[in-house]
């Protein structure tokens, strides 16, 4: 029985110990458990900027290329290649249909302006589209459709310096 007491004794020390030195340790990995968890959401929070950013620069991107089109566009129907631009007012209408759809689109102007532009896009396309199918078209609509893809580009051209100005003011104020 003495050993039975001494193993006991030991036991209950070894306990004691356990518990003085174990308290601590549970303390220092409760603080690092808190010290993780805001790294972890500073880090979530870099991450969802870093996305707008990307998503801003994509933007810029997407809007030239429709200016580009746009311009294009404005060529072909100058030089009277019916069915060339036809075909370039549908890539221009379906990049707009697109674009405006985006969250960029909605900084850059309210989804009712955005309607109007497509609409008016649309309306080139199908002008282009009838004089395509028959290799014809007047004069005057040739004039009222190159003033309606000048003022489109036009209208283009300013997005594209908006959104370009928007997505560097975002880039500056994250430096």
């Keep these: 029985m ?3 007491k001494k193993i006991e004794i030991v036991g209950a020390v070894a ?9 601590p340790a549970l303390i220092v990995a409760f603080i690092q458990l808190l010290r993780t968890k805001k790294a972890a959401e500073a880090a979530a929070e870099a991450a969802k900027e870093a996305v707008q950013r990307v998503s801003r620069v994509a933007a810029v991107a997407t809007i030239e290329q429709v200016c580009s089109r746009s311009r294009d566009l404005l060529h072909l129907v100058r030089a ?7 075909t370039a007012a549908f890539e221009l209408r379906e990049a707009v249909a697109k674009f405006c759809l985006s969250s960029v689109a909605k900084q850059l102007l309210p989804a009712m302006e955005w309607s109007k532009l497509l ?4 309306t080139v396309h199908d002008s282009l589209e009838r004089a395509a199918g028959i290799n014809k078209m007047d004069s005057d609509n040739r004039d009222e459709l190159v003033q309606s893809i000048s003022a489109l580009h036009s209208k283009f051209s300013m997005l594209t310096t908006t959104a370009g100005e928007k997505a560097g003011e975002s880039n500056a104020n994250t430096v």
Excluded: P, Q, Y
């Excluded at 009277?80 to 036809?86: E, I, L, P």
């Design 2 to 4: 003495d050993w039975f």
């Design 119 to 122: 609409k008016s896009v649309s």
């Design 15 to 23: 306990s004691i110990i356990g518990v003085v030195l174990g308290t």
């Design 80 to 86: 009277r290649n019916h069915t060339a631009s036809a």
